[in-house]
């Protein structure tokens, strides 16, 4: 079972997508999202535009790193 490792323990290899769960400053928690670290800022990804229709990760942001608290490896896909 995957469990979240604290960005306060440690950091995922550089350019490696993970899920992320952050909490912007005196926020409530965001919901998880794929992401890779770069030094400082995260790159954050997203599947759906505004309209929901599914855009296969063409939209892109940025997150300072103080705003992601935690990480995990990607699940391995389905077999079928």
């Known amino acids: 079972m995957m469990e979240w490792i604290s960005v306060k323990d ?3 290899d550089p350019y490696q997508y993970v899920l992320v769960f952050s909490k912007k ?3 409530e928690p965001s919901p998880l999202s794929i992401a890779r ?10 599947t759906e535009d505004e309209s929901n229709a599914v855009a296969c990760g063409d939209l892109t942001w940025y997150m300072d790193a103080h705003e992601i608290t935690h990480w995990m490896p990607l699940p391995k896909p389905p077999e079928e």
């Open 25 to 27: 400053q005196g926020g």
């Open 37 to 46: 670290q770069f030094k400082t800022i995260w790159e954050m990804m997203s």
């Open 10 to 12: 440690r950091l995922p």
